[in-house]
């Protein structure tokens, strides 16, 4: 068999998604490369060397080069894998991506919204395989580090189809432990032990990432490897890399703190010693100093000291008292001086001094004006029309109104009017005669 499909296939292409990656130490590389029909084992030898090695990693689509072969220990169809190319995400990758896409645009793995893990939690729910090592790891870990903690397992399938609705439910059911008879837990454990992408991707179903986006509880997701990371570890409230190690953040150190309780006892009773020690001196040494005299001599420095402080205090009450009594004496008389009363009778007295100003100024301006007024007046009767006519002049005018200056103006028959000093009269033109020259 394996000299012919080596003979008759040889070296060809072959495109698939990446799947259960294992790098050993050795340098070789192991995987499987799957559709949605089949799966076919993979070899690399050397693979570092290799070109395209770097694409390779689980859920990655790839291209590659290699020869059909079989290995003859299991009998196992494989392919043995020259070089690589990437041909593409793979389905399972390009699920996880869009599916974190999503979650995060709804703000599911912002730190503002994830809850800090209680100090010394009491309960612990742990939600995982019930046959699993990933709960025995639990166990061993809660049992060496804090073993008054009660853990309470809620069992449910970490792999396969329908796991991810199991997963789901059990956080639902803690969430609401007393509907259900459950104790009510601190902190809830959710994970398994290690796989491939296929084996840990229930953890990266939509369901799950929301039963624990919606939990009261913190949870901690521990899901595979420090190297696997799921939806699950972005939604959780803190992310651990292992199970043991979600086990060993959920729970304080107890040797630790039994140790840290022990120093604290023993710092207490070192302080709590020196205080009595030296309360023990001070008492020594008031037993041989006061106690030990006469009571009235022991008092009489006090007194007499109580007596001095006593009069400068009355002397000082009484200098503050004096020099507030003046002060309010000295606002007073100034409130007096601006109280409005006396402020609108100045301003009163002001307003007629200014009043009497201003009549006086008008009638003298008055008397200016009314004399110049008065000359005006002699001047236009000495200079007007009015001292010709007392005089014994007139004016004539025509029928249009207009002053008759000369015998050429009117012609017979023409209507005029003739002003005298007292009133006027209307006459007809009979006859011009023009003045003849000297």
Same mark, same amino acid.
């Given at each position: 068999?394996?000299? %012919?499909?080596?003979?008759?296939?040889?070296?060809? !292409? +072959?495109?698939?998604?990446?799947?259960?990656? $294992?790098? =050993? @130490?050795? #340098?070789?590389?192991?995987?499987?490369?799957?559709?949605?029909?089949?799966?076919?084992?993979?070899?690399?030898?050397?693979?570092?060397?290799?070109?395209?090695?770097?694409?390779?990693?689980?859920?990655?689509?790839?291209?590659?080069?290699?020869?059909?072969?079989?290995?003859?220990?299991?009998?196992?169809?494989?392919?043995?894998?020259?070089?690589?190319?990437?041909?593409?995400?793979?389905?399972?990758?390009?699920?996880?991506?869009?599916?974190?896409?999503?979650?995060?645009?709804?703000?599911?793995?912002?730190?503002?919204?994830?809850?800090?893990?209680?100090?010394?939690?009491?309960?612990?729910?742990?939600?995982?395989?019930?046959?699993?090592?990933?709960?025995?790891?639990? %166990?061993?870990?809660?049992?060496?580090?804090?073993? !008054? +903690?009660?853990?309470?397992?809620?069992?449910? $399938?970490? =792999? @396969?189809? #329908?796991?991810?609705?199991?997963?789901?439910?059990?956080?639902?059911?803690?969430?609401?432990?007393?509907?259900?008879?459950?104790?009510?837990?601190?902190?809830?454990?959710?994970?398994?032990?290690?796989?491939?992408?296929?084996?840990?991707?229930?953890?990266?179903?939509?369901?799950?990432?929301?039963?624990?986006?919606?939990?009261?509880?913190?949870?901690?997701?521990?899901?595979?490897?420090?190297?696997?990371?799921?939806?699950?570890?972005?939604?959780?409230?803190?992310?651990?890399?292992?199970?043991?190690?979600?086990?060993?953040?959920?729970?304080?150190?107890?040797?630790?703190?039994?140790?840290?309780?022990?120093?604290?006892?023993?710092?207490?009773?070192?302080?709590?010693?020196?205080?009595?020690?030296?309360?023990?001196?001070?008492?020594?040494?008031?037993?041989?100093?006061?106690?030990?005299?006469? @009571?009235?001599?022991?008092?009489?420095?006090?007194?007499?000291?109580?007596?001095?402080?006593?009069?400068?205090?009355?002397?000082?009450?009484?200098?503050?008292?004096?020099?507030?009594?003046?002060?309010?004496?000295?606002?007073?008389?100034?409130?007096?001086?601006?109280?409005?009363?006396?402020?609108?009778?100045?301003?009163?007295?002001?307003?007629?001094?200014?009043?009497?100003?201003?009549?006086?100024?008008?009638?003298?301006?008055?008397?200016?004006?009314?004399?110049?007024?008065?000359?005006?007046?002699?001047?236009?009767?000495?200079?007007?029309?009015?001292?010709?006519?007392?005089?014994?002049?007139?004016?004539?005018?025509?029928?249009?109104?207009?002053?008759?200056?000369?015998?050429?103006?009117?012609?017979?028959?023409?209507?005029?009017?003739?002003?005298?000093?007292?009133?006027?009269?209307?006459?007809?033109?009979?006859?011009?005669?023009?003045?003849?020259?000297?």
């Amino acid at each position: 068999m394996k000299n %012919l499909l080596e003979i008759q296939i040889g070296e060809t !292409w +072959v495109e698939g998604e990446v799947s259960n990656l $294992r790098k =050993q @130490g050795s #340098g070789h590389w192991y995987f499987s490369l799957k559709d949605e029909g089949a799966q076919i084992s993979c070899a690399m030898f050397g693979a570092r060397k290799r070109e395209g090695a770097e694409a390779l990693e689980d859920g990655a689509k790839v291209r590659v080069f290699a020869e059909a072969s079989v290995y003859e220990a299991r009998g196992q169809l494989q392919i043995i894998v020259q070089k690589a190319e990437r041909a593409g995400t793979g389905d399972l990758q390009a699920r996880f991506e869009a599916l974190k896409k999503k979650l995060h645009a709804e703000g599911l793995f912002d730190t503002a919204r994830k809850q800090p893990l209680p100090a010394f939690p009491r309960i612990i729910g742990i939600i995982t395989s019930g046959t699993g090592a990933a709960l025995q790891d639990i %166990l061993n870990v809660l049992t060496r580090r804090a073993p !008054w +903690v009660q853990p309470v397992l809620f069992p449910v $399938r970490v =792999q @396969g189809r #329908g796991a991810e609705m199991e997963i789901a439910q059990a956080i639902g059911k803690m969430s609401r432990p007393e509907a259900f008879g459950y104790p009510r837990c601190d902190v809830i454990i959710v994970g398994r032990g290690g796989g491939s992408i296929e084996d840990l991707w229930n953890f990266n179903e939509e369901v799950v990432a929301r039963a624990i986006a919606a939990c009261p509880i913190p949870i901690i997701s521990a899901v595979g490897h420090e190297i696997d990371f799921t939806i699950a570890d972005f939604v959780a409230d803190l992310r651990a890399p292992t199970p043991s190690a979600a086990a060993e953040l959920a729970v304080a150190d107890g040797t630790e703190l039994f140790g840290r309780l022990h120093q604290l006892k023993r710092r207490m009773q070192r302080v709590a010693s020196e205080r009595l020690s030296r309360s023990e001196l001070a008492l020594e040494r008031f037993k041989r100093s006061a106690l030990q005299r006469d @009571g009235e001599k022991f008092l009489r420095e006090s007194i007499m000291r109580l007596d001095s402080v006593r009069i400068q205090l009355s002397q000082a009450t009484r200098a503050t008292l004096d020099a507030k009594t003046s002060l309010l004496q000295d606002l007073r008389i100034r409130h007096k001086a601006h109280h409005p009363a006396r402020v609108l009778t100045r301003r009163l007295e002001v307003l007629i001094h200014l009043r009497q100003r201003l009549e006086r100024t008008g009638h003298e301006i008055t008397q200016v004006r009314q004399r110049k007024i008065e000359g005006l007046r002699g001047l236009i009767r000495a200079l007007g029309p009015e001292s010709a006519f007392l005089r014994g002049f007139s004016i004539t005018l025509g029928a249009d109104g207009k002053i008759i200056r000369s015998t050429a103006e009117l012609k017979s028959g023409d209507l005029i009017r003739t002003k005298f000093a007292d009133g006027e009269t209307t006459s007809t033109v009979v006859e011009t005669t023009k003045k003849r020259p000297d």
